[in-house]
């Protein structure tokens, strides 16, 4: 059923393909190759928007608790916790107000997630670093 190879031989009689989501691939595999650089450059962004999250998380580890131990982190997914479960919630409306949504943890663990998947620009994470440097200045001491 996802032999394209099969769907070619049966002339799209064996299933119709996902259309739309093979154009989709398209236009991305074509940003990538076209606007971006290719992969190789698609990974330099990823690791400065991780770099960047991850220097203010580390400036300050027993405020931003994060899931991962340091040799595991993940450049597309930042699990974390605050000290309190009233300064995430405290986090994430004022996140919300000043224009950055998504904040909420995986509902099974709960928390704090930031993601920086290849849509999100190396300008956003570098507003939402200033963002979590002032919202840490302002609540520290809670």
């Known amino acids: 059923m996802l032999s394209f190879h099969r769907h070619a031989e049966a002339r799209s009689i064996y299933n ?3 259309v739309f989501a093979i154009y989709v691939l398209l236009l991305i595999t074509r940003w990538l190759r076209d606007d971006v650089g290719g992969l190789a450059a698609m990974a330099q962004v990823n690791r400065a928007k991780a ?6 998380f580390d400036d300050h ?4 608790q994060l899931h991962a131990d340091p040799c595991c982190r993940s450049l597309m ?8 479960p009233q300064l995430e919630a405290m986090f994430l409306q004022q996140a919300r107000l000043e224009g950055f949504s998504g904040l909420e943890g ?14 999100v620009t190396l300008p956003a994470v570098q507003a939402l670093a200033g963002f979590l440097r002032q919202f840490h200045a302002a609540t520290a001491g809670r």
Do not use: E, K, Q
């Open 16 to 18: 119709t393909p996902p």
């Open 51 to 56: 770099d960047c999250l991850l220097r203010v």
């Open 61 to 64: 580890p027993d405020f931003w």
């Open 77 to 84: 997914n930042i699990a974390l916790r605050l000290p309190t």
């Open 106 to 119: 995986h509902r099974s663990v709960g928390g704090l997630r930031v993601s920086l998947y290849n849509g």
